[in-house]
């Protein structure tokens, strides 16, 4: 087996482990929460990880491989990971995948919205403070702080709002919606 290969198998592996460890949180969350997983938006449209859907918001989420030390600058298309490697800014596509998500569903849920980009552990961040804030509309986290982070984004909406942004019946609405809308998801 050739070298790359070999690498391209363990990177998969590894994101195949992310993933199940993902959903089992998401499972375990006690909320009317629905969530998608490997969904496209249209022709040619990169996949989202997941589109999760809960009374707190709606979370587009993209599951980034790389671990290390993470350098980023929200306005810049290109991070730093390990003071050397260049690599892409996945907020750019995020907002991209944000955008055909809202294309199918109904405007007045398009302020709802929370695009995360989650990192392996045990990655370290250099980056501003606003990125992992409950209350930003974009969130740099490690794999295993996403069910955390949802839950949390839920208890603080309870709080501010008098009702939930998403009832049970809205969640199941916009997951019909989106999933007739949307392809590829599981």
Same mark, same amino acid.
């Given at each position: 087996?050739? =070298? ?58 993209? #599951? ?43 405007? #007045? ?55 939930? =942004? =998403? ?6 609405? =916009? ?12």
């Amino acid at each position: 087996m050739k =070298l790359q290969n070999i690498f391209q198998k363990k990177k998969k592996d590894t994101r195949r482990a992310m993933m199940k460890e993902i959903e089992e949180g998401l499972e375990q969350l006690p909320h009317p929460i629905q969530y998608m997983r490997g969904v496209s938006a249209g022709s040619g449209a990169d996949s989202m990880d997941y589109v999760i859907l809960s009374p707190g918001g709606i979370f587009i989420v993209n #599951q980034q491989t790389e671990t290390g030390h993470i350098q980023a600058d929200m306005e810049e298309k290109t991070w730093y990971l390990n003071d050397t490697v260049e690599i892409a800014n996945p907020f750019s596509r995020l907002d991209e995948k944000r955008e055909a998500v809202q294309a199918g569903i109904p405007s #007045q849920y398009h302020d709802y919205f929370v695009s995360i980009a989650s990192f392996l552990s045990p990655s370290t961040f250099d980056i501003a403070p606003i990125w992992r804030k409950s209350s930003s509309s974009r969130i740099l986290i490690h794999h295993q702080e996403l069910s955390e982070y949802i839950q949390r984004n839920i208890f603080i909406s309870r709080f501010q709002q008098k009702t939930p =942004l =998403l009832n049970k019946e809205t969640i199941t609405m =916009l997951y019909d919606t989106l999933s007739s809308s949307l392809t590829g998801h599981r």
